[in-house]
């Protein structure tokens, strides 16, 4: 228990955790009440506008990520969340105010989406980079998983009790839990020790935002991971839209049974979370292994006959993907340099939200003209297919042979190609 934890020593970094645990709870519990009053009080179920409103959330992320890194690496990141974090304080209490008013309308809610989804894009990058700051780099693994067993903690409890609090309090009320959540991390942010950080050298002048690009080119490694984040980020991770869809239009449930589910698929994810915490560095394989095991139990979870047993299916389909998740941001961040950690985060996090803005709409238009389970199962075709090229272009580009074993177990081995037509001969 002392490894998983271990990054709770350095005090920044236990009052960030801190902070942003109670942060991360409100932002469920404000996504949460966001979908339903989009999908059950200014629409009749209509997909595609949930679908539209998650599309403008990530949209900025996409369209400012080159900038965004550049500010990240430019500014002290400190600087840049304080900002951040109350942009987006405000944008909560608006959405809010015109809810409890009783004068929300839809383009209102279109466009406090795009507005934080501005934030959130300069906001991303600097979060991400900011954790290499506060702890030291045998430690940076370790506060990666800690940062998503925060976020997923937040998941497990954040729609579960905004589910509960929409019933008895309204929607309105529980927007306000989000916009108040944000001071926890101003307060994180301001109580830290500054002398305590060790910040990336900034970066000045022309140029950098082309920098970040090319440097990525040319690391067919980082494009590798990036292009499976990407397509399970796109096709995969529209739980926003398709957990919806499934408990009001499949299984017929009410507000509650929905946040339950969020809350169920967040155990998985929690444990997806501890179990990367816990390994010292991150590996290809297990990046790929959790990847194949999304595709099989988000396509269980899209057939489940009945409400439990989708929602069974929802927790090692939310541990695999966390798994992978996870796995790919530490790979990414340790393989970088400092100085343009900045940069790759942007586009990283451009490339795994970014992907939310074509995947959201297409995933909502499906849902209405085909069914909910089909915009699950999408997912899941899609991500069984990244499985394939990936296997397929790391066996071509490091001259690899897979072949089947059959004692003491079945099972496949990998071994370069010179060494398996040598026992072949043999």
């Known amino acids: 228990m002392s490894r998983t934890f271990a990054s709770l020593a350095v005090y920044n970094y236990r009052v960030y955790f801190t902070g942003a645990l109670v942060s991360n709870i409100g932002t469920w519990m404000g ?3 966001q979908d339903w009053l989009v999908l059950t009080e200014l629409t009749d179920h209509d997909s595609t506008a949930l679908g539209i409103v998650t599309a403008l959330q990530f949209a900025p992320v996409v369209l400012l990520a080159p900038f965004a890194g550049a500010i990240t690496d430019r500014f002290p990141k400190r600087r840049v969340l ?5 942009a987006l304080a405000i944008t909560s209490a608006i959405l809010a105010a015109v809810v409890l008013a009783g004068v929300v309308q839809l383009w209102q809610v279109y466009l406090l989406a795009a507005l934080q ?3 959130t894009a300069l906001d991303n990058p600097s979060r991400q980079a900011f954790v290499s700051e506060m702890v030291p780099s045998q430690l940076l693994t370790n506060a990666v998983g800690l940062n998503a067993t925060s976020f997923n903690a937040a998941r497990l409890i954040g729609p579960g009790v905004a589910g509960l609090m929409i019933g008895l309090i309204g929607t309105g009320n529980t927007l306000i839990f989000n916009t108040l959540s944000f001071v926890s991390v101003l307060i994180a942010l ?3 020790h500054p002398a305590e950080l060790d910040p990336a050298p900034q970066v ?7 920098e970040g690009l090319a440097y990525v080119r040319h690391r067919p490694d980082i494009m590798l991971v990036m292009f499976m ?6 096709f995969g991770m529209n739980f926003q839209i398709t957990i919806a869809l499934m408990a009001t239009t499949v299984f017929h449930r009410g507000a509650a049974e929905y946040g339950l589910l969020g809350s169920v698929m967040a155990i998985g994810s929690l444990a997806g979370a501890l179990m990367a915490a816990r390994r010292q560095r991150p590996r290809l394989r297990i990046l790929i292994m959790a990847l194949a095991g999304f595709t099989v139990f988000s396509a269980l979870a899209a057939l489940a006959p009945s409400y439990l047993l989708f929602a069974v299916f929802l927790i090692p389909t939310g541990l695999c993907a966390i798994t992978m998740l996870n796995t790919a941001n530490a790979t990414v961040q340790l393989s970088v340099t400092p100085v343009m950690r900045g940069r790759v985060m942007a586009l990283y996090m451009a490339i795994f939200m970014g992907g939310t803005p074509l995947g959201s709409p297409v995933i909502g238009w499906i849902g209405a003209q085909f069914g909910a389970r089909w915009t699950i199962l999408v997912g899941s075709i899609a991500t069984a297919a990244t499985v394939v090229a990936a296997m397929t272009y790391l066996m071509r ?5 897979v072949r089947l074993e059959g004692r003491p177990i079945p099972h496949f081995e990998v071994r370069p190609r010179d060494v398996a037509e040598t026992e072949r001969v043999a």
Do not use: E, I, N
């Not at 984040?229 to 796109?234: A, D, R, S």
């Not at 580009?397 to 042979?401: E, I, P, V, Y």
């Open 190 to 192: 301001k109580v830290m």
């Open 397 to 401: 580009s490091k001259d690899l042979r």
């Open 82 to 86: 304080f900002g951040t974090q109350t």
């Open 229 to 234: 984040v990407f397509m399970l980020g796109t």
């Open 117 to 119: 989804g501005v934030a």
């Open 31 to 33: 996504r949460t009440a």
């Open 204 to 210: 000045r002048g022309k140029g950098k935002v082309r």
